[in-house]
């Protein structure tokens, strides 16, 4: 339940932003790079310094949803704890749930079409780099399809993935979406390395 909680970048994280600055030397250029001012997010744009990417933009609009009490809680923390509001999640059914103290799924979308939309009017025509969270992520591209914030998992992708969209005088299209060919091998050689030393 990290949500809001600000981990830092655990030693596959940092492995992960190595490849992905690879990936991204390669890339066009970009007139600007945002990020959610979480660290694993923040550490990841950072990496990214030195490359055709412009400056760096931290915006709060762009962190993951807010779990309010739960957050920072192991996921079977939370299961035990609260099993009727897990259920209530967990059916992905009540575009106005909350965990108790957190914000609303609706909330946590309206926050993040607002900061998209910002950074698309600020860059028209222009290549940009946001560097945020796969409920952010998920969110948006929820919106794009007409489906429902409580829609967590539609549109889910994986950690450190690439996600493409492209906006236009007609709105917004998905040009790729959770790209992680840059990743291939790095999670297979630390889990061998974890069961070595076990």
């Not at 889910?156 to 709105?171: A, F, H, I, Q, Y």
């Not at 990743?183 to 061998?192: A, F, K, P, R």
């Amino acid at each position: 339940m990290s949500g809001w909680t600000d981990f830092p970048l655990s030693a596959l994280g940092r492995r992960q932003n190595e490849a992905l600055r690879r990936r991204m030397a390669s890339l066009s250029p970009a007139a600007a790079r945002y990020a959610s001012p979480l660290q694993r997010a923040r550490e990841t744009a950072e990496a990214l310094a030195g490359l055709a990417l412009g400056p760096l933009r931290l915006v709060s609009e762009l962190r993951e949803l807010c779990c309010g009490d739960m957050d920072g809680l192991l996921v079977s923390e939370t299961r035990r704890l609260w099993p009727e509001h897990w259920a209530v999640h967990d059916s992905q059914r009540d575009e106005g749930f909350r965990w108790p103290g957190g914000e609303s799924y609706r909330e946590h979308r309206d926050r993040c079409l607002l900061a998209i939309e910002r950074i698309v009017a600020a860059h028209p025509g222009e290549r940009v780099v946001v560097v945020t969270h796969c409920g952010v992520i998920s969110q948006v591209l929820g919106a794009m399809h007409g489906l429902g914030p409580e829609s967590l998992n539609s549109w889910r992708p994986g950690n450190c993935s690439l996600t493409e969209v492209r906006w236009g005088k007609d709105g917004a299209s998905l040009v790729v979406f959770d790209d992680r060919s840059h990743l291939e091998g790095i999670e297979d050689s630390l889990l061998l390395f974890s069961a070595a030393r076990v």
